[in-house]
Structure formats: structure tokens, C-alpha cells
């Protein structure tokens, strides 16, 4: 059984730093397609970052500021985020296992983590 854990969430101030975990069981991750993804309150869920083999994927509203990264010995998936500001507040996700692939790009995953709360205050 597949599971995602995150970890890493938590209260910053503008500008500020924080580094989200997904720990991943079940599966071994490689160098396979796995994404950060992010729900602001009241609005939809988005991507924030994406992973596959050597390739990385950014939203534009965090280029420059945030980095996805794995550890094959850890088994786990990183979001390293700086320079943070208000509008990053949400519950973060990531997910894992593409389920559907179209031009490159991963429209669905099989495993969702549980989430992790960021909030950034100005």
C-alpha cells in the first residue's frame, strides 16, 4: 500500500523559509513522476512543482523561490521554499505515481498525501 506523508508545514513570516517532506512507503520513488501541489483557502487546488527523472516543472508564481528535490536513500520528496510571502499560504500537498500523461506533462496521480498547513504572515 502506497502511502505519502508530509511534514514540514508551519507559521513564517514574509520572507521567511521552510523546507515540506513527503515521505513516500510502499513504492520506491526513482526517478518517478511526483509533484508538489498547493490549495490556498478558498480557491482550487494548483501545481506548485513537478519531478521526473531529471526534469523539474515550476509554477511561475514560485520560480526562483522554491526547489522540488528527492532523496533516493530517503525515499522522500522535498519543497524547499524561500522568500515566502502571504500568498503562499495553503495546505500542501504532494502526490505521486502519474495515473494519466498528456504532452509530457502528468494531468492526474494515483497517491495523495495527507497535506501539511503553510502560513505565511505579512
Known amino acids: 500500500q502506497v502511502q505519502l506523508v508530509e511534514s514540514g508545514g508551519g507559521s513564517v513570516q514574509t520572507g521567511g523559509s521552510l523546507r515540506l517532506a513527503c515521505a513516500a512507503s510502499?513504492?520506491?520513488?526513482?526517478?518517478?513522476?511526483m509533484a508538489w501541489f498547493r490549495q490556498p483557502p478558498g480557491k482550487e487546488r494548483e501545481v506548485v512543482a513537478e519531478?521526473?527523472?531529471?526534469?523539474?516543472y515550476y509554477a511561475d508564481s514560485v520560480k526562483g523561490r522554491f526547489t522540488i528535490s528527492r532523496d533516493n536513500a530517503e525515499n522522500t520528496l522535498y519543497l524547499q521554499m524561500t522568500s515566502l510571502k502571504p500568498e503562499d499560504t495553503a495546505v500542501y500537498y504532494c502526490?505521486?505515481?502519474?495515473?494519466?500523461?498528456?504532452?509530457?506533462?502528468?494531468?492526474?496521480?494515483?497517491?495523495w498525501g495527507q497535506g501539511t498547513q503553510v502560513t505565511v504572515s505579512s
Open positions: 519531478s521526473v527523472n531529471s526534469n523539474t
Open positions: 510502499g513504492y520506491t520513488i526513482g526517478t518517478s513522476y
Open positions: 502526490a505521486a505515481r502519474c495515473r494519466e500523461l498528456a504532452g509530457g506533462r502528468c494531468l492526474n496521480f494515483w497517491n
